[in-house]
């Protein structure tokens, strides 16, 4: 399995962002996609989860109310848009998926992780 994920990059404060998880090798539909985002001397944070098969969503308390994940499931793209960045939403984030059916923001549950992708925001 691997993942991909793109869309990051500098964004203004108050703007918006659309993050991209290419997901390839999963040999059945019934897998998870998480999205997590780490900032440098921060832990992990855990943002949003989406179950692929079943389109049940999660949310972490740091983006919930101003973020949306999908699933484009024909292209194997997972996306999340966030809404309304500020300066505490900048860092890498990551996607990672595992095999299962439902969704989780606990990242130790998670299988396969993919390189991150940078957010910058700028007052």
């Known amino acids: 399995v691997q993942l991909q994920a793109s869309g990051g990059g500098p964004v203004q404060a108050g703007g918006s962002l659309r993050l991209s998880c290419a997901a390839s090798g999963f040999t059945r539909g019934d897998y998870v996609i998480g999205w997590f985002r780490q900032a440098p001397g921060k832990e992990r944070e855990a943002l949003a989860s989406?179950?692929?098969?079943?389109?049940?969503?999660i949310y972490g308390h740091f983006v919930k109310g101003r973020s949306t994940i999908s699933s484009d499931g024909a292209k194997n793209m997972v996306h999340l848009r966030l809404n309304n960045l500020g300066p505490e939403d900048m860092g890498i984030y990551y996607c990672?998926?595992?095999?299962?059916?439902?969704?989780?923001?606990?990242?130790?549950?998670?299988?396969?992780w993919g390189h991150g992708t940078l957010v910058t925001v700028s007052s």
């Open positions: 990672a998926g595992r095999y299962g059916v439902t969704a989780t923001i606990l990242s130790g549950l998670y299988t396969y």
């Open positions: 989406i179950s692929v098969r079943e389109n049940t969503t």
